[in-house]
Nanobody, 130 residues
Framework: QVQLVESGGGSVQAGGSLRLSCATS????????MGWFRQAPGNKREGVAL????????FYADSVKGRFTISQDNAKNTLYLEMNSLKPEDTAMYYC???????????????????????WGQGTQVTVSS
């Protein structure tokens, strides 16, 4: 049974940093496409960052470019999101998502908007105070 478990969320002041982790289990190969999404109360879920084929290509929402970095450790079956220069508008529940196979990076990147992933974690809360 596939499981995705996020950790690393918390409360920080604006300008601070956090590192989110998503530990996966139940799948014995490298995930083809993985990503981080977030949802604030009253808002729609939005894509934050995606990674294709262990780092061959990455995708970021405009709102986090230059501040967030997504990475994937295949040996540990873990996805990371390094978040720097955090802003109050980054406050949200953060979810990781993963798909076993996508044809290429174009189809992975398209999931930023569609959110069409087959596997999701339960989320970790990030709160940024001003």
């Amino acid at each position: 049974q596939v499981q995705l478990v996020e950790s690393g969320g918390g409360s920080v002041q604006a300008g601070g940093s956090l590192r989110l982790s998503c530990a996966t289990s139940g799948y014995g190969y490298r995930w083809s496409c993985m990503g981080w999404f977030r949802q604030a109360p009253g808002n729609k879920r939005e894509g934050v960052a995606l990674i294709y084929s262990g780092g061959r290509n990455t995708f970021y929402a405009d709102s986090v470019k230059g501040r967030f970095t997504i990475s994937q450790d295949n040996a540990k079956n873990t996805l990371y999101l390094e978040m720097n220069s955090l802003k109050p508008e980054d406050t949200a529940m953060y979810y990781c998502a993963a798909d076993e196979y996508v044809v290429n990076d174009f189809f992975c990147g398209a999931k930023m908007r569609s959110g069409d992933f087959g596997n999701w974690g339960q989320g970790t809360q990030v709160t940024v105070s001003s």
